[in-house]
């Protein structure tokens, strides 16, 4: 190998992806640029014939691939940030071993706009998404048509808004990486918070890349869900912490929403004294985080969760 340093470190992370790596890989060696880059492939001990895979593409392709194998599955968490450690560039590019890229002059774009627009720490584009059939989807993703976004964006955005195939960043990290992202459920979310707060976001034009949904991604049950969702609240707490509370009256309104979702929406399915007991374990945050919230919106959350026959009467 090269003892050359790259510029940019692409960061994959594989699990039983045989059916997808060579595309995924493909994607990434082929690219037209006139700096050096790696691409580190975190394989987490692969029951199929990944592993055999990315053994026969780091043999063609040594002076970029760079593979981290795996003894023992890690799960995704830990495998991305022990891959995202092992970077080496100045630069990181996010690709999963399901997703692929489709421009060619895709890290020559992002490389040369985060070169040139030093007050920017990330940048994305758009991407196609399909579905195992290859059907493509109808809604765009992301669905927005603006370019700029900063924290209050990152904080407020109901939905993660920033398809990881094609973030593209700059390494400001420390090593070991931060706490914040390493113990994260979502470190993208973590990720995206931690790059927004020392500078802007941009999206490029175009599409670069496809998302691939499929039955090996992750499905989660009811159950999972709502603790998918406490642990997603609980960043935002370590958040706000982390950052000495410099984003504090954004995180306290992003807490706000999460916990009148948590109370609405998580109770609805329950019954009795397992709804009573979900809606007072729960309430404590909505009336820490309510703040000067209206005596109105109080009252008919309140009523919505423990009389809701009585909004029905209303109406």
């Known amino acids: 190998m090269s003892s050359e340093l790259p510029l940019v470190s692409v960061c994959t992370i594989t699990y039983n992806h045989e059916r997808y790596i060579a595309q995924c890989i493909e994607g990434v060696v082929n690219q037209k640029c006139n700096f050096k880059f790696e691409m580190l492939i975190g394989e987490d001990a692969s029951k199929d014939s990944t ?28 495998n991305a940030a022990r891959t995202v450690a092992h970077g080496r560039g100045k630069y990181i590019a996010f690709l999963e071993g399901d997703d692929y890229w489709t421009d060619m ?6 490389f ?3 070169e040139s627009n030093p007050e920017y720490t990330m940048c994305f584009t758009r991407v196609d998404v399909i579905d195992e059939a290859g059907n493509e989807a109808t809604d765009p993703y992301p669905p927005f048509t603006r370019e700029d976004f900063g924290i209050e964006d990152v904080v407020l955005a109901e939905n993660c808004f920033i398809p990881t195939p094609t973030m593209f960043f700059r ?15 979502s470190g993208d979310i973590a990720m995206h918070l931690l790059l927004a707060d020392k500078g802007k976001i941009k999206c490029l034009p175009g599409k670069t890349g496809v ?15 709502k603790e998918s969702y406490q642990e997603l609240f609980k960043l935002y707490i370590r958040a706000n912490e982390y950052f000495g509370f410099r984003h504090d009256k954004i995180i306290k309104e992003r807490l706000l929403q999460m916990s009148k979702i948590k109370l609405i929406f998580g109770s609805k399915d329950l019954k009795g004294v397992e709804k009573l007991k979900y809606i007072m374990s729960n309430l404590p945050d909505y009336f820490k985080y309510s703040g000067s919230n209206s005596l109105k919106e109080t009252l008919y959350i309140c009523t919505l969760l423990f009389f809701p026959s009585l909004l029905k009467l209303k109406k």
């Open 211 to 225: 998302y691939r949904e499929h039955p090996g991604g992750i499905t989660k049950t009811e159950k999972a869900r």
């Open 171 to 185: 390494d400001i990290f420390s090593r070991p990486l931060p706490d914040l992202y390493v113990n994260a459920m």
């Open 51 to 78: 592993r055999a895979i990315v053994e026969e593409y780091a043999a063609r392709y040594p002076d970029i691939i760079v593979p981290l194998y795996a003894e023992k599955n890690q799960g995704a968490k830990a």
């Open 105 to 110: 002059n895709k890290l020559q774009k992002q």
């Open 112 to 114: 040369d706009f985060l």
